[in-house]
């Protein structure tokens, strides 16, 4: 993604604003391009607010430090840390008129970059001039290591720039394209994947998380703080991450819910699975939950739905079961109601036939959820139950008493 920011410093303009612009463009990206015409003049680096183009970098670079705060209030701000946020620094020379020398020597453009920052020795005699000098030069050492310079010249002839974006790449002047060819080749080899606090890497919905909460602060006209906004994108990423995870975990379950009747131990062994996939894709897109605050929101839910997976298969047994006593028992009821049973012998032959039903039931009732647990229909208190007490009755002959003498 390319962000550009048009220059700033100009007269009539807003320094803070511009500021400001400079300050979140360097928050978001990963490679921050300066853009100047001309070579670094040394008598412009010794006094930079006498040159406009430079003046926006001077105050923004040296006023770093109070545009951004990298960790939350109360903790002390150290400004090391800037360089585990910052982008890396290319500082392009447009419209050069003549070589890069040093002292009369042609030098590459970033060695003529390095030599342009280097340091005045400021011993216990260092004057005001001198802090000044070295003011921008030790920001720019110290918030961006990594730095480059690319130095073009003027890319065509005055009448040809008025339709420079018409010109195919013969006609336009040679070492341009050249060094242009360099800068391209830098940026798409060596440049780095923007990364927050921590080295993780940002995708496209974290930049969106990042960019509203930096332009929230500066709304308020507070200080960005870069720990505060990490921590809300964070929030939204981990929120991301659980849903992925459960939505992971269903669809695995609702694939296994076409396949046969299940027990609990089958049931076990296939939340442990998907219980598993989800873990890993909590943890492919969680980002910073240090605290373990959205996992173990994720546990719950998973927990929570393993409870109703067991509560389902429950139900769905019990209501099979049930239809395959009303299967098996059909001809005992049938001879109930007709009072088969209520003559001598009829005990006995129930009592077969019953063996026979049972038999069936749990035959045909193997891996049910609630197998081997009492069968309602045969439990005492219930209609076949009391019927059985009749027929031991009826089938018991009466005994008769011997009259007295």
Known sequence: ??????????????????????????????????????????????????????????????????????????????????????????????????????????????EYLENCLKLRPDGAEATEKTQDYNSLRKCLREYFPSRRCFGFGCPATRRKLKHLQELSDAEVDEDFVEEFGRF?????????????????????????GLLEGYVHDFVRKDIPCVESSVARMAELENETAVSKALERYDDLAAAQSAEPSQNLVSLARLYQHNHKEALQTFMRHSLMDKSGKHLGKLEAALDSRYREQVSKMESDSERRCRALISETMGSLQEKLSSQHYMKVGGHAEFQQDLKMCIEEYNTRSVGEFNVGAPVPCFSPGSVIYACLSLIRRAATPKRTTSPRC
């Not at 390319?2 to 803070?16: H, I, P, T, V, W």
């Not at 391209?184 to 969106?208: A, D, N």
């Open 1 to 110: 993604m390319n962000l550009k920011q048009e220059s700033g410093g100009s007269s009539g303009g807003d320094e803070q604003n511009d500021n400001s612009i400079m300050a979140l463009a360097v928050l978001l990206c990963s490679l921050f391009v300066y853009n100047s015409k001309g070579i670094i003049q040394q008598t412009s680096l010794r006094d930079l607010q006498q040159i406009m183009s430079l003046t926006c970098l001077t105050i923004f670079v040296t006023e770093l430090a109070k545009l951004i705060r990298v960790q939350s209030q109360g903790q002390e701000n150290q400004e090391p840390e800037f360089d585990e946020i910052f982008p890396d620094f290319v500082w392009t020379l447009r419209d050069l008129t003549t070589d890069l020398e040093i002292d009369g020597l042609a030098v590459s453009s970033d």
């Open 184 to 208: 391209s080749e830098y940026v798409y080899t060596e440049g780095k994947v923007k990364r927050v606090l921590g080295g993780h890497h940002v995708t496209g919905t974290m930049l969106c």
